[in-house]
DNA sequence: GATGAATGAGCGTTCATTCAT
DNA sequence: AATGAATGAACGCTCATTCAT
């Protein structure tokens, strides 16, 4: 599975990166160096000058991958929603069942914490900066620009997945995308609020019950 | 209505400033002149200095009033939530119906654009501000510094009052915050996704849709 | 003796205040609010806005006493040598031996630490700051401004005194003033580098032998 | 000779700079610049900002350098002791009478004015900075951190050096350090007192005196 | 006489970025 | 290709100081 997850990074649209961080180890490191910074002091924290020392090169080197931290978000929540993608179609294959599928993908969508590593990517503190830090990546005066060059793409495309997935069990259901999308930043938000802000959540602490909620939602909206 | 509106800011924790913005004529040019400025540029861009020349004052007479552009934010997302309270109160008292109280809370929780000035705030580039920026007042490392001080309390407030609406309906539902915090930060991003990623949702450039689509979900959650 | 002391204030050279700190009660929590924070933070991170949130006052109340915190540094010298040359006539008076006038004067100089209040003026800390922060009254672009206007008068009288008293054992030696200066400044230096910078003394953390080491040079130089 | 010093520099400890300055053209362009900047304006008025225009250059430059104007302090008077070191150590080579050697140290610490370059630093403004800025290098509340990282290693050095000499003379001589340092500060404060607070001293002007008077401290301490 | 409000100026610091090697 | 050196620009912050009350 591994294997197949590297291939995907080749995939991320050029317009993320100067140069392909996947075609070098210092690339490499650049990646797995942002995920630790990033997780570990916050984005707004963040900068190529802590970077570089983080990662014992410098400044100039990391500018060659990256034309901005904004761009390192934006080129990690790619790869995050890429793999998400994967992992979403591994999970679906050969299930004919589309209400099946959809309950895999709320699943995926609302799980708790991600437990593996790929490619020496630590996923549990990429999954965190998505939840903490990825609304940063499109809330940007920026965003149409980045939009236009397909920043978002990723994401959009996993959303798409899903909303597919609705329209097959409900054809005429006019709001897939905004379902899924509301489901998605949805489970973000409440795991994050869980954390932090336990009084807009009634989660008590057990984070199981996001899940539930959700998938109720969902249910619902499609009876 | 206004009269009572500008009584309401008072109630702002004073930890949110230095010296309260409302108590002088500069005070009340730097909240409003942080709402156009922020409007224009963003949060992220938005500094002190800029503000001074926006208000034609100095970055130390800012310091008077405001700690740091974080506090500024939380200080207008306050002001925000407890002019939402208050319009909310306004508009369901002597309502009997609990359904009905909902009803209008949704309403205005989903409702397009702000078009009221408060005392030389302009709520419309407000409520914008809300819809793109308010997320970066709680998704920082200082969140529960701040929470601990109160800074996110008109927030969790407004939710409270919609959810207590909620239980009244259904006093048995698991979810009443969860589901208060999904419709009004969904409302946010629908609205914004609207306007920037339309990808994500299925308006088709009319926002109406998100009424309907939050006033669904609300509904056969509460079945 | 306190009450003498107090009367020795009002000789203090004008040029060192605007307004005469002991004229009122806030001109005297200006004082003893400077000796306690420069004693404290050390005169360099010394401010009148730390100053003024000391003693519950402001900034602007402070500059009707003192144009400058060097100004303030001075004051608290100045009265720091008239207080000493006030206890030197008072240990003096009456002896007749020169001998003894000045080994009581040098007793006086290289005594450990003082113990005493005068005025709710705290000795032991002003001794302290004499010692940690006098020089830096002296070291500035300013000095020969200052001392036109008299601002060292008091400690030039301080060891003019002593000086004649050295001319009294010794009419023709040449460098009574040296002698006593090197004594007064070594003293103090001495008693900083024994707590500091014990490399450059032979204290072993006892402190007596400054006065030990004193008395010998003076001796020797006498005979 | 000067050959030598240059390599002199690179003694110094690591902790007093962020960047070698003899490592680079701008490096030694900082050093002769403070140098030039600290004598004319002081070092209370010297700041980074005045310094990279004196030079040429930015703020941002002379932090590559130093981490603070008081390490530039630091460095100047370690780099003054270390010359003087090897000065010392020049002037007594090869001379075996102990007490001719302190004679000459004597001379050394004590003589007027400085007339000579070293790698285009004006020694004789250095060693007017060292008699008007080196103590504020000490007295500061930071003085017990700076010494514990080597700070100011040289100068106890240079006070080392001497003290063994009068060792020599005198092995059960109780205070040797304290002899030294009295000497050394006292000349410095001497030669100021002469130029600026004349009362305080007997040079009328000709500053000759100041190593007659201290010679003969020295010779009867000794006897 | 004392204070509260406001400001001009400047400092220390960091960042993003470029250039030469 | 990667790095080291250097810089322009701006930020956050504090200080000394003034003015009106």
Not at 33 to 52: C, M, P, V, W, Y
Not at 93 to 98: K, L, M
Not at 128 to 137: G, H, R
Request: charged content about 25%.
């Amino acid at each position: 599975m591994l294997d197949i997850l590297q291939s995907l990074n080749i995939h991320l649209t050029e317009s993320l990166y100067q140069k392909d961080p996947q075609s070098s180890k210092l690339g490499k490191k650049i990646v797995t160096g942002s995920i630790e910074l990033i997780h570990n002091i916050g984005f707004d924290q963040f900068t190529f000058r802590k970077l570089a020392i983080e990662i014992e090169s410098t400044e100039a080197s990391v500018y060659r991958y990256f034309e901005s931290k904004q761009k390192v978000l934006l080129y990690l929540t790619s790869w995050y929603w890429s793999w998400m993608e994967y992992r979403l179609a591994f999970l679906t294959i050969n299930i004919n069942s589309p209400e099946e599928r959809l309950k895999r993908a709320i699943q995926l969508i609302t799980e708790p914490t991600i437990d593996e590593n790929s490619d020496n990517v630590d996923l549990g503190k990429l999954h965190q900066i998505v939840i903490e830090e990825s609304m940063k990546a499109y809330l940007i005066k920026e965003v149409d620009h980045e939009n236009k060059h397909g920043a978002y793409f990723q994401y959009k495309q996993f959303v798409n997945r899903i909303s597919d997935i609705i329209l097959e069990i409900k054809p005429n259901y006019n709001y897939p995308h905004m379902l899924v999308s509301t489901v998605v930043e949805g489970a973000h938000l409440q795991r994050y609020f869980s954390q932090h802000l336990p009084n807009l959540t009634d989660t008590n602490g057990s984070e199981n019950c996001i899940h539930d909620f959700y998938s109720e939602i969902v249910l619902k909206a499609l009876k």
